[in-house]
């Protein structure tokens, strides 16, 4: 049962273009969202946060949009970047479900290209 | 540099072989968490602890075994391994025993079994 989905595996996008990434999730519990970029050999590395108190956060090029009525969220990159080639995970928590622990999407591996 | 510290970083075992995956953090964080990550998986929780003294098993805990005996180490340990238990391995750790944030991942453990 995959609480939190990703059902785009890959992406490819022009640099200087938008890339959006999305994700589904089931469990209305869920308090606070989360996005991961990962390197290859590399652990993944924090990028940007929404609480479900929100719709939008951004930080910089980044910006997340949560739709809490269907269940949705989804990463904007403008402008995308070669460096932005990455694996992206979401990933959700809640703080009453065994003290806040993360529960992923399977990724998407995005591609910029210049 | 502060951080989580994972070792190895690659490991080659026989189909019932024992090992211990290493993981530990100087950023004095209460909480710490074993995911192992499977194409098309995404990254799922084994184990995760609390503080010293206390773990709980997390989605897919079936041939891992933990401790944790001080606030720094938490080892992840594979009695008999098995090739289902081919994977990358990533420990986290969290300022918080309970947070929604904040975590802080090692650069993997790239364990196959053969």
């Known amino acids: 049962d995959q609480q939190v989905k990703q059902n785009s595996p890959s992406l490819s996008v022009q640099e200087g273009r938008i890339s959006i990434l999305n994700c589904d999730y089931t469990n209305s519990m869920f308090d606070y969202f989360l996005w991961y970029k990962k390197y290859p050999a590399e652990g993944p590395t924090f990028l940007i946060s929404?609480?479900?108190?929100?719709d939008k956060n951004e930080d910089g090029r980044f910006t997340v949009f949560l739709n809490k009525s269907a269940k949705h969220l989804s990463l904007h990159i403008v402008p995308s970047q070669p460096g932005d080639s990455a694996v992206y995970f979401c990933?959700?928590?809640?703080?009453?479900?065994?003290?806040?622990?993360?529960?992923f999407g399977q990724g998407t591996e995005l591609s910029v290209k210049p | 540099n502060a951080g989580v510290t994972q070792t190895p970083k690659f490991q080659v075992l026989k189909t019932g072989q024992s090992m211990t995956l290493q993981c530990a953090q100087d950023?004095?964080?209460?909480?710490m968490s074993w995911y192992r990550q499977d194409p098309g998986m995404g990254l799922r929780l084994i184990h995760y602890s609390v503080g010293a003294g206390i773990t709980d098993q997390g989605e897919v805990p079936n041939g891992y075994n933990v401790s944790r005996s001080t606030t720094e180490d938490f080892p992840l340990r594979l009695l008999s391994a098995a090739p289902s238990q081919t994977s990358v391995y990533f420990c986290?750790?969290?300022?918080?025993?309970?947070?929604?944030?904040?975590?802080?991942f090692g650069s993997g453990t790239r364990l196959t079994v053969v």
């Open positions: 950023m004095n964080h209460e909480y």
């Open positions: 929404i609480s479900s108190i929100k």
């Open positions: 990933a959700a928590s809640s703080i009453y479900n065994q003290g806040g622990k993360l529960i």
């Open positions: 986290a750790s969290r300022k918080g025993a309970v947070s929604n944030y904040g975590y802080t």
